[in-house]
């Protein structure tokens, strides 16, 4: 199958610094990737749907100006959560749609444990 | 109310047993499709099987078999000869409308299955 990768897997960071974590579809295209947010036991909350070359659509409750999200090509997207506080720590997940879908399935990538002390 | 429910938080299997976790969902739209995704406690989403409002079957894939029944708004996953390995958290999700390309998913709250040896 396809695969999603991101980057970093985890980090750290300071109360108030910047964190950009990067999601890449490695051997497929996607127009769309979805960015997800979890926090410990609990389900995948959609926060954004990432579009090639337009801006991204962000769900309700979701700050746009915290968590900025950029499409730049049809293998990267790109979520920074800006000026970071405790309760951002979560897990990231992002997934892709291939371009040309073989079907169905979204592929979701590894996930990004971000811990803000 | 929600879209996607999954009632049972916890289940403890016996290993080789067969094991029924219960989904049901909400939508108003006549096309949609139904996912199962398992998230072992590495945190990966990896996907186990699909069902599209339209298809007349219940899908399989290997163990797993996804019992579809519309008119009850239910997609239960069965795994069948239960493996210590499928030991994790296992979530039910919906892709309301036709398969375009870009739509969404809403996850359910998540099942944590245990098997027991």
């Known amino acids: 199958g396809a695969v999603v990768s991101q980057h970093p897997s985890r980090v750290i960071c300071k109360s108030g610094t910047s964190v950009k974590i990067e999601c890449r579809s490695l051997?497929?295209?996607?127009?769309?990737m979805f960015w997800y947010r979890q926090f410990p036991k609990q389900s995948l909350m959609l926060m954004a749907t990432?579009?090639?070359?337009?801006?991204?659509?962000?769900e309700q409750g979701v700050e746009k100006d915290k968590f900025l999200i950029n499409h730049a090509s049809l293998t990267l997207s790109t979520l920074t959560v800006t000026s970071a506080h405790p309760e951002d720590s979560s897990f990231y997940i992002c997934?892709?749609?291939?371009?040309?879908?073989?079907?169905?399935?979204?592929?979701f990538g590894p996930g990004t444990r971000l811990t803000v002390t | 109310a929600q879209k996607i429910t999954q009632t049972q938080p916890g289940m403890f299997v016996q290993e080789k047993e067969a094991v029924t976790l219960d989904c049901t969902y909400d939508?108003?739209?006549?096309?949609?499709?139904l996912f199962w995704y398992k998230q072992p406690s590495s945190g990966e989403m990896i996907f186990l099987i699909y069902?599209?409002?339209?298809?007349?079957q219940n899908a399989t894939e290997g163990r797993y078999s996804l019992n579809f029944q519309k008119a009850r708004k239910s997609a239960n996953l069965v795994i069948s000869a239960s493996q210590l390995g499928d030991s994790a958290m296992y979530f039910c999700?919906?892709?309301?409308?036709?398969?375009?390309?870009?739509?969404?998913?809403?996850f359910g709250t998540g099942t944590r299955l245990t098997i027991i040896p």
């Open positions: 997934s892709a749609r291939d371009l040309a879908p073989r079907g169905y399935e979204q592929y």
């Open positions: 051997d497929f295209q996607a127009t769309t």
């Open positions: 990432s579009n090639e070359g337009s801006k991204a659509t962000y």
């Open positions: 939508t108003s739209d006549q096309s949609y499709g």
């Open positions: 069902q599209g409002s339209y298809d007349e």
């Open positions: 999700a919906m892709r309301e409308g036709p398969n375009f390309g870009n739509e969404k998913l809403t």
